[in-house]
């Protein structure tokens, strides 16, 4: 048998080697120049600690409200046909495309102090600018589309022939949907909501326009990065990646095991 | 024992670019009724219908005359096997036949399992997850999943076509004893005639979304009533003719010049039908006056192992089927001039 060169290997290779070491040299080279020392004394700064923090309860929220309403519109576009679900289904995806500073004028007008939501909250005390409540519809709005695909397309892996049987057994459409569809979509809907919350824990544009302070995590660092300059901000960055790579660990043994 | 009387009245269902126009079935309690029909005739939808899972247009569905046409199907105490089974993946075997008594929050929930999988012989799949199961392992645990609940009506789609021969063999015997023994009012949808010919009691043939002819076995086999039934129950030897009546009473059949002896009532153009088992081959003219005898030449030879279809154009071609042996001994080859010959009763106008 002869062993020949296979050069379009040899090819590819080299090309995506070099596309892998772009985004990989920058993230390892922000980790590993920054002094331990210099690491801790960040950790412990309670600024820091407060805006990670922020960062991360802020989306867990953004992500909840996704779940009780983004998974029900998921169900119904895997499972019915109907008018206008091409629409729908291009409007979902239209905050990964509009650029996220433009998301949070368009959100600023509807929730700021003169749009209407905006005033119709203010009366139980609710504001969504320079507040919590701000950073959870800037993160909602461009993060859910995450969610929401990834349980669409969990739904419809699920055979509808199943939820059917399930009905003539003596199972309501609540049953079905709970016994049948909801369990077998299950992997597709916990992998979208790890990966709609690393979405909104990494927001930045959209969250800015509406709250600047509080500081979430990539506010911070912006603001550190232009008060303070690179070695006050490269910290923080580290800090961030870590807790980003930490969040996709976790998202690849999800899909991991659901191969399985 | 529950079993209940099924009629569907007038029913007219579309469904995507489908539809099923005024469908009327009557189905025995205790029935097993097979509808027989080609791929796409809209066998899968009649029995979604009927189980209440797809919106009907017109006409109704009574179960023991209860009308059931707009209850859900939780509702109507229906069993249903599709064709794949349709297990529910994420459930043992055991979760998945103990579904219908969980959701109904029904009481001896492992009595019932454990009668039902004794019945069926899947005692020891219990603990197994549906994807670790053969075909036939499958279709009995679907079919202990839609039976343990009682059905008043067992609905079962193309339920031994995903599986091998034998094992189809095995489970079609099965199933005809399961309906002995539970006694099951059963609507079974194929499109093999000889499933449909070894399990029902009675036949409903559809094509296009229409019901075109019900009766027992024999009278679908014997007289179909239409050339598309003829043909779909295998009878190779369909013609359109003229059927006529001579002086003294007799009835004649004329396709293309060529008259049959033929035993009808009936007058003016119709079809002829003829099973190929029907016609015998000869070298010489056999002397019997009941019975038809043709002259003609052998234009094709086909072998199906036990039978083989011997093409005889007179014209028009018969096709007639003898045992291997019969072509050895008559040495029928291709282009030989032979006789055939069938009786007068065996040809069925229509």
Same mark, same amino acid.
């Given at each position: ?10 090819? #590819? ?8 070491? #772009? ?8 980790? #590993? ?6 690491? !801790? ?79 119709? #909250? ?63 979509? !299950? ?51 580290? !800090? ?21 | ?37 080609? @791929? ?8 979604? @219908? ?195 009546? @001579? ?6 059949? @004329? ?96």
């Amino acid at each position: 048998m002869t062993s020949r060169i296979n050069w379009l290997k040899v090819a #590819f290779t080299l090309l995506g080697g070099t596309l892998l070491a #772009f985004i990989l040299w920058p993230l390892l080279n922000t980790i #590993f120049t920054s002094h331990p020392h210099e690491l !801790w004394r960040t950790i412990i700064d309670p600024q820091v600690q407060g805006a990670i923090l922020l960062s991360f309860y802020a989306s867990a929220i953004a992500t909840g409200i996704a779940i009780v309403t983004g998974v029900p519109l998921a169900y119904l576009l895997a499972r019915h046909e109907f008018a206008g679900k091409g629409v729908i289904e291009g409007l979902i995806d239209l905050p990964i495309v509009v650029p996220h500073t433009a998301a949070g004028i368009a959100l600023l007008m509807v929730f700021g102090r003169e749009g209407i939501l905006g005033k119709a #909250f203010e009366p139980i005390g609710m504001r969504f600018v320079s507040s919590v409540p701000g950073i959870v519809i800037a993160m909602l709005f461009v993060s859910m589309p995450f969610l929401v695909d990834a349980a669409r397309d969990g739904f419809a892996a699920v055979d509808p022939r199943l939820e059917r049987v399930a009905r003539t057994l003596g199972a309501g459409p609540w049953g079905a949907f709970r016994r049948v569809a909801l369990p077998l979509a !299950w992997r597709n809907i916990l992998s979208g909501t790890v990966l709609m919350w690393a979405r909104g824990l990494s927001e930045f544009g959209a969250v800015i326009i509406l709250t600047y302070h509080p500081m979430v995590a990539p506010v911070l660092l912006y603001e550190r990065f232009e008060s303070y300059g690179l070695n006050y901000a490269r910290p923080v960055a580290v !800090w961030i990646i870590l807790s980003a790579l930490a969040v996709f660990i976790v998202l690849r043994l999800l899909a991991r095991t659901r191969k399985q | 024992m529950t079993t209940a009387r099924l009629v569907v009245d007038q029913l007219g269902v579309a469904a995507g670019g489908f539809r099923l126009s005024a469908i009327d079935l009557a189905v025995d309690a205790g029935e097993y009724f097979v509808v027989l029909g080609p @791929t796409g005739a809209g066998k899968t939808i009649l029995l979604e @219908t009927i189980a209440g899972l797809r919106r009907v247009r017109s006409g109704a569905v009574h179960i023991d005359n209860e009308d059931v046409t707009r209850y859900p199907p939780e509702r109507r105490e229906i069993g249903f096997v599709y064709q794949d089974y349709a297990l529910f993946p994420h459930l043992t075997v055991a979760e998945n036949i103990a579904f219908g008594l969980r959701v109904q929050r029904r009481g001896e929930i492992s009595r019932g399992v454990a009668r039902i999988t004794a019945l069926l012989g899947i005692g020891p799949l219990r603990s197994r997850m549906p994807r670790d199961l053969s075909g036939g392992e499958q279709q009995r645990v679907a079919l202990a999943r839609a039976l343990v609940v009682a059905p008043r009506v067992l609905l079962l789609d193309e339920p031994l076509s995903a599986l091998d021969p034998q094992t189809r063999e095995g489970l079609q015997r099965e199933l005809a004893q399961l309906h002995r023994e539970l006694g099951t009012t059963t609507v079974h949808v194929t499109h093999d005639f000889e499933e449909a010919a070894a399990l029902a009691d009675r036949i409903g043939v559809m094509n296009a979304g229409r019901i075109v002819q019900v009766g027992t076995v024999d009278a679908i086999f014997r007289r179909p009533a239409s050339p598309f039934v003829a043909r779909f129950v295998g009878t190779r030897n369909v013609f359109p003719g003229t059927a006529t009546r @001579t002086a003294d009473g007799e009835s004649r059949f @004329t396709i293309d010049g060529v008259t049959l002896a033929t035993a009808t009532t009936i007058v003016g153009p119709a079809h002829a039908a003829l099973r190929p088992e029907d016609i015998l081959i000869s070298a010489a003219p056999l002397p019997s006056s009941a019975r038809n005898c043709l002259h003609g030449r052998i234009t094709a030879i086909t072998d199906r192992g036990m039978i083989v279809y011997v093409t005889v154009d007179v014209p028009p071609e018969f096709v007639a089927a003898v045992t291997r042996r019969s072509v050895v001994e008559l040495d029928l080859v291709m282009g030989k001039g032979v006789y055939i010959s069938f009786k007068a009763s065996a040809v069925h106008i229509f």
